[in-house]
Nanobody, 115 residues
Framework: VQLQASGGGFVQSGGFCRFS????????????MGWYRQAPGKQRELVAI???????NYADSVKGRFTISRDNAKKMVDLQMNSLKPEDTAVYYC??????????WGPGTLVTVSS
């Protein structure tokens, strides 16, 4: 499975940003798609995930501000990030997991939120 993400960049506090990630390759059994992030000096953490059935899970820190969505036919997952805060500054990684056959990570996209 290959993951290609777009989005990110430099955003002012209170602003918004949107990520998109497209999966290609052996994608037939992908179940979970989502996003993780890693801030400087911190461990990678879950941001939001969505199952093929549409169930979602968000980190408490982003609930009400971020929205994850996916297109099962296109094997794409999007993350709409609103009301961004400086503490959202991190490298964001697209993530997919297959029912059988492991999990995969995208290359990472930096978002910098200025205060």
């Amino acid at each position: 499975v290959q993951l290609q993400a777009s989005g990110g960049g430099f955003v002012q506090s209170g602003g918004f940003c949107r990520f998109s990630c497209a999966a290609s390759g052996s994608v037939s059994s992908i179940n979970i798609m989502g996003w993780y992030r890693q801030a400087p000096g911190k461990q990678r953490e879950l941001v939001a995930i969505i199952t093929s059935g549409g169930s979602t899970n968000y980190a408490d820190s982003v609930k009400g501000r971020f929205t994850i969505s996916r297109d099962n036919a296109k094997k794409m997952v999007d993350l709409q990030m609103n009301s961004l805060k400086p503490e959202d500054t991190a490298v964001y990684y697209c993530y997919v997991a297959r029912v059988i056959g492991g999990a995969f990570w995208g290359p990472g996209t930096l978002v910098t939120v200025s205060s």
